[in-house]
């Protein structure tokens, strides 16, 4: 056989055995690519995404888009062709598998704790929209969750109302924290709470609950690699009462970045006339429940969703601008905003056609 054909051959068998081995071995990486969007003002899988009741509403138009990211699954092993290919593909995204999933979280886990966000978005973007528009809502905080094999567990439940720490009145998550912080480790601390079943029958009966119960628990140190200091094992949060009925109907969605445009969605049914003027605005952000608009993961993959879908303008939040004009899709015009306020300004400009005003995302 000439030497050269002999090259040749060589050369193609090796390639051929590179791509073959490519194909099995795993590499710690994930994948990223747009997801669905979906019109909060519209319908989805032939129900509202949005449905109020108990108070009037009004018709409206347009589009006030909540984007997604699609991603692999925690258990989902990419290999090496797989990889190259998503760093090539325009519309994907690979990055280091820890980065969705860190400390070697499941599937499982990472589903929990999506779905837990999501509610929560869910209660922050009603909350918002309803502050937005003068109307009480009445807020406490809970025990969120309750970590196992903590101090607290047995002692405090998720949905307990922490009413006082030590004596001290609770007004917000963060008080927990800094008031139980107060002590040094195996030291009590004194919660007066109204228990979960207690706080349930005052909600179903429409009346105040007032059945405290105090209990005290021994603090242990912390272990999460920080600086010492002493803990009992619980995260605190908030919970509302609303004066009528907003159900947000979205299965298959996860995580806290539908917040602004659930909040924008409830406020345009609630106000007459229409927010977009007919236009197809898309958008992302998590909210609280003062209206600051928080970052999100995969904005660059959500842009690229949402304007295919048609969008033409994209709420973003503003410490995501710079990731999403590094390559905006053409036709799509990237909104700043921080705040549900910076949002409705921008909304009025879009409706108005006064688009030159809009705050612009910029790379640098």
Not at 33 to 56: A, M, Q, Y
Not at 175 to 189: Q, S
Request: glycine residues 10%.
């Amino acid at each position: 056989m000439p030497r050269r054909t002999a090259t040749m051959l060589a050369s193609t068998l090796m390639l051929i055995a590179l791509l073959c081995a490519g194909v099995f071995i795993p590499v710690p990486y994930a994948e990223m690519s747009p997801g669905p969007t979906v019109n909060t003002l519209g319908e989805h899988d032939g129900e509202p995404v949005l449905r109020i009741s108990g108070r009037k509403t009004y018709a409206t138009s347009g589009h006030l888009n909540m984007t997604t990211v699609r991603v692999t699954s925690a258990d989902y092993r990419m290999n090496l062709v797989e990889a190259v290919y998503g760093w090539l593909a325009h519309d994907n995204k690979v990055v280091p598998h820890d980065t969705l999933y860190p400390d070697g979280k499941t599937e499982e886990e990472s589903t929990q704790e999506n779905a837990e966000e999501f509610s929560q978005s869910q209660e922050s973007a009603k909350v918002a929209a309803l502050r937005q528009l003068g109307i009480p809502v009445k807020s406490w905080v809970i025990v969120s969750t309750v970590v196992k094999g903590s101090p607290a567990e047995g002692e405090l439940h998720a949905g307990d109302v922490i009413k006082a720490v030590d004596g001290t009145a609770v007004k917000r998550p963060a008080d927990v924290a800094e008031l139980v912080t107060r002590h040094k480790p195996g030291e009590d601390v004194v919660f007066t709470i109204v228990p979960a079943k207690e706080q349930a029958a005052a909600e179903k009966e429409n009346r105040t609950a007032t059945a405290t119960e105090q209990v005290t628990i021994t603090t242990a140190a912390s272990d999460d690699g920080g600086e010492r200091r002493a803990v009992v094992g619980i995260s605190a949060g908030t919970d509302h009462t609303f004066p009528f009925t907003i159900d947000i109907e979205l299965a298959d969605v996860g995580g806290p970045s539908a917040g602004l445009m659930f909040a924008l969605g409830i406020y345009d049914k609630l106000t007459p006339g229409s927010l977009t003027g007919g236009k197809f605005v898309a958008g992302t952000g998590t909210i609280d429940d003062e209206g600051e608009v928080g970052p999100i993961g995969g904005v660059e993959m959500k842009t690229v969703g949402a304007r295919s879908k048609g969008a033409r303008f994209f709420l973003t939040p503003a410490d995501n601008c710079a990731a999403a004009a590094r390559d905006t899709p053409e036709g799509l015009t990237l909104v700043k905003v921080s705040t549900m306020d910076d949002a409705l300004d921008a909304l009025e400009d879009i409706r108005s056609g006064r688009t030159d005003d809009l705050p612009a995302c910029t790379a640098g």
